[in-house]
Nanobody, 121 residues
Framework: QVQLVESGGGLVQPGGSLRLSCAASGIIFSINTMAWYRQAPGKERELVSTFTNGGNTNYADSVKGRFSISRDNAKNTVYLRMNSLKPEDTAVYYC???????????????WGQGTQVTVSS
C-alpha cells in the first residue's frame, strides 16, 4: 500500500509563511501528478496546485504569486511553499498523488490525511 504523509502545517500570522511537505511511502517507481488541495470549514475541497511528472505546474488563481509548488522525485516528495498568507488561506491542506506505480502495485488516486493551516493574528 502507498501512503502519503504530510507535515508542516500550523498557526501563522497574516503575512507569514509556511512550507508543507508530503512524502509517498513505499517502493515507488513513478508518480504522474502530485498536487495540493485544501478544504476550508463549510466549503468544498478545492485544488491549490499541481506538479506533473513532466514538470508542468498549475495554481489556483487565489494563490498565484504567493504559493510555490516543488517536487523531489528522488524522495517522492512534493512541497508547497506558502508566502503572504491570508486568513482566507485557513484550511486543511491535503496532498494527492495520481497514477502511482509501486512495488505494491498501481494506485490511481491516493490522498494524504491532511494538515491544518490556520492564518490568524
Amino acid at each position: 500500500q502507498v501512503q502519503l504523509v504530510e507535515s508542516g502545517g500550523g498557526l501563522v500570522q497574516p503575512g507569514g509563511s509556511l512550507r508543507l511537505s508530503c512524502a509517498a511511502s513505499g517502493i515507488i517507481f513513478s508518480i504522474n501528478t502530485m498536487a495540493w488541495y485544501r478544504q476550508a470549514p463549510g466549503k468544498e475541497r478545492e485544488l491549490v496546485s499541481t506538479f506533473t511528472n513532466g514538470g508542468n505546474t498549475n495554481y489556483a488563481d487565489s494563490v498565484k504569486g504567493r504559493f510555490s509548488i516543488s517536487r523531489d522525485n528522488a524522495k517522492n516528495t512534493v512541497y508547497l511553499r506558502m508566502n503572504s498568507l491570508k486568513p482566507e488561506d485557513t484550511a486543511v491542506y491535503y496532498c494527492n498523488a495520481r497514477d502511482i506505480v509501486s512495488s505494491a502495485g498501481y494506485f490511481n488516486n491516493v490522498w494524504g490525511q491532511g494538515t491544518q493551516v490556520t492564518v490568524s493574528s
